[in-house]
């Protein structure tokens, strides 16, 4: 099976156009500690991807000590990860030179857990349960929960990245990751919980966005070009060929990671279509839609996470995307 999406011809093609001048440097700053999933980009730099693109990468972790972000607009880096899109309806409101070129992940993968059996088994069940949230959750995403769904705030008890209250009460419900806190809920409780992923749900944003800043779209748009195609034959590659050695780059970066997570994650992403599905599946991961951007824009206005006056058409661009890149490995 082939998972190298360029043909010979094109990577050789490729490799001359580069071949008389240096690489262009690129610093790509992560939003958390390496992880499964920010694989794709560890797999364009470990398999030679981006080198072929004529891209001398470096990935910049980020972690609770960093805030990779703020360096994006200062030019201390050349791209970011970002969360979602209110990430990057913040900047247009802030008039943060930033833009969003491309989203790896078609699916937030933000989830609701509950525990099997206790009449919980539902999404709408969950209405009424104790539920633990962080911070940043309550101020995005709850207010959209509370008008579509009906939760409620006196229903709402802090997280702070501890399951043991969620464990304690088995009538509550626990934020987390598709691709993680369940995986952290077997190993330490020895159950697998019901898992909700939000975005099968309505909460439709993109994720894992690839940002960067306005002037280099304007003066340097075959460098985004290029980071962006690389970075989307990273992940078909991650994904589907042998990812060994994007594993062991992250490992080096992040130690306290276990092949074992890897593998869950990997196969989280896979099962949920976190990186491939909906428009992805015809026009290539990374792909984005007007529709689908003023989708979650009028539902995060209806709910009063953001305010209608900005113009989210600024937070985005389809320039670099929607071009196939990629699929002829996607068997």
Do not use: C
């Not at 330490?188 to 749900?201: S, T, Y």
Request: net charge neutral.
């Amino acid at each position: 099976m082939k998972f190298f999406v360029q043909t010979a011809a094109a990577v050789l093609s490729l490799a001359g156009a580069f071949s008389a001048e240096a690489a262009d440097k690129v610093r790509f700053g992560t939003n958390w500690l390496a992880q499964a999933e920010h694989g794709g980009f560890y797999q364009a730099l470990a398999d030679g991807t981006y080198a072929r693109h004529g891209l001398a990468v470096e990935i910049v972790p980020g972690g609770p000590q960093a805030n990779n972000r703020l360096l994006l607009p200062t030019g201390r880096i050349e791209f970011a990860m970002g969360g979602n899109m209110l990430q990057a309806f913040a900047a247009v409101e802030q008039n943060v030179p930033t833009i969003v070129v491309a989203a790896m992940f078609q699916k937030d993968p933000q989830v609701f857990m509950s525990h099997p059996g206790q009449g919980r088994d539902t999404f709408k069940s969950l209405v009424g349960a104790p539920i633990y949230l962080g911070k940043d959750l309550v101020a995005a995403t709850f207010p959209w929960l509370r008008m579509e769904y009906g939760f409620r705030d006196a229903d709402l008890r802090p997280y702070n990245f501890n399951s043991g209250p969620f464990l304690a009460n088995k009538q509550s419900v626990q934020q987390g990751y598709a691709t993680a806190e369940p995986f952290a809920i077997e190993k330490q409780a020895g159950f697998k919980p019901n898992v909700f992923l939000l975005a099968d749900h309505g909460f439709d944003t993109y994720s894992t966005t690839i940002e960067t800043r306005l002037d280099l779209v304007q003066k340097r748009p075959d460098l985004v070009q290029r980071f962006v195609n690389a970075s989307i034959i990273g992940w078909y590659t991650y994904l589907n060929g042998d990812n060994a050695k994007a594993n062991a780059l992250i490992k080096r970066d992040n130690p306290d990671m276990s092949d074992e997570q890897i593998a869950f994650s990997i196969a989280k992403m896979k099962e949920y279509g976190i990186v491939d599905s909906g428009d992805s599946k015809k026009s290539g991961i990374g792909a984005m839609t007007d529709e689908r951007q003023k989708s979650f824009f009028d539902k995060m206005v209806k709910s009063g996470v953001v305010k209608a006056s900005i113009d989210y058409r600024r937070a985005y661009t389809l320039q670099f995307v929607n071009k196939s890149v990629g699929m002829d490995g996607a068997k």
